[in-house]
């Protein structure tokens, strides 16, 4: 396969940046300021990296307007590198575009007659849509996904392979799912009667809004009543596990390895650092950024950034740290009984 070839000023027009240097020269990817060669464009956007500027080979690179003059090769000028880096990523990112098969749908699908399916649709190897199933315009299903009865995918939504979504689902225009995720299990719901189980029926669905993307293996089960709900532009990583009746605000992004427990509602444009843990029923108001492997146990209330894990530290001081906080308790008591004794004085 032949390379995309673009000139500066072809990306510096996609990008909307300014160059500065020679704007006819071609280049063929994108790499970082280490490795780039004199046919590829770099970027600095995190100032740990700016030692490699000096002796980077790329052909250009995209900097603010700060660092452009500190700069020996081409310049795509920007005032937020990581951002036009994030557009350039596109220009040679490649992504799935079809169904491996000469016609729209692969001649394996298995697709119920009451389903809904736009002609523009492409359904691949050994998909199964079932009974009520609505596909609009442009959407793409991969291999081995299973749509139940009365899903609506809307418009131009990407589903690679072996995606599962369960009954009463509904998904937005535009949203990218990866593989292994399953939208609409049950949620972990059970009374208690005479040391035994007894399973309560999850009669909700899941609602996503549009632009939202769901990274592999994670899972949103449905509503044990109402509708768990992910808002438009949320961005969730993989292995992510969201409970029932949670709800997340628009644009809060998630990274790995979060689970958020039932009936929780978290506000608009909040960071979840990965592997943080999120209790059930509370709720986080917008602009909140929790850092890495925090857990998260009463309701926060006001924006701002919260953490709770501890700094890695070796193993001999970890014991001591942790010995000394078996010892809070009594230090606390002895503390109180000494702050008595000198107001009686």
Not at 132 to 137: A, M, Q
Not at 186 to 214: R, S, T, Y
Not at 218 to 232: F, M, P, Q, S
Request: glycine share 10%; charged share 15%.
């Amino acid at each position: 396969m032949s390379l995309q070839e673009y000139s500066l000023k072809e990306l510096a027009s996609i990008i909307e940046a300014e160059v500065v240097g020679d704007e006819s020269v071609r280049v063929t990817g994108i790499s970082t300021l280490q490795s780039a060669d004199g046919a590829q464009v770099s970027f600095l956007a995190n100032p740990a990296y700016e030692k490699y500027l000096p002796d980077t080979c790329a052909a250009a690179v995209i900097l603010t307007p700060e660092l452009a003059a500190k700069c020996q090769t081409n310049v795509l000028v920007h005032k937020n590198p990581y951002l036009a880096y994030a557009r350039l990523s596109q220009v040679w990112g490649k992504t799935f575009k079809g169904v491996d098969s000469e016609e729209n749908i692969h001649k394996s699908a298995i697709i119920h007659a009451s389903a809904s399916i736009d002609p523009s649709v492409q359904i691949g190897a050994c998909a199964v849509i079932q009974a009520g199933v609505t596909l609009k315009y442009g959407v793409i299903v991969g291999a081995n996904c299973v749509i139940g009865d009365d899903t609506i995918v809307a418009e131009n939504t990407l589903l690679h392979a072996n995606v599962t979504v369960y009954h009463g689902v509904s998904i937005g225009q535009d949203c990218i799912i990866h593989s292994g995720v399953i939208i609409g299990s049950d949620g972990f719901g059970f009374a208690p009667n005479q040391g035994k189980w007894v399973k309560i029926a999850q009669l909700g669905g899941v609602v996503i809004g549009d632009n939202v993307e769901i990274g592999a293996n994670t899972t949103i089960d449905r509503g044990a009543l109402n509708n768990t709900v992910i808002e438009k532009g949320v961005k969730l990583d993989n292995q992510i596990q969201i409970a029932h009746n949670v709800k997340v605000g628009q644009n809060t992004a998630m990274a790995a390895c979060c689970a958020v427990a039932g009936s929780t509602t978290i506000g608009e444009n909040c960071v979840i650092g990965g592997a943080s843990g999120i209790a059930g029923h509370l709720t986080i108001t917008d602009n909140v950024h929790i850092t890495a492997m925090t857990m998260v146990i009463k309701s926060l209330n006001e924006p701002g950034v919260y953490s709770s894990g501890t700094g890695v530290q070796t193993n001999a001081k970890w014991r001591r740290s942790i010995a000394r906080l078996r010892q809070l308790d009594k230090m606390a008591n002895r503390l109180s009984s000494l702050e008595k004794l000198v107001k009686s004085f």
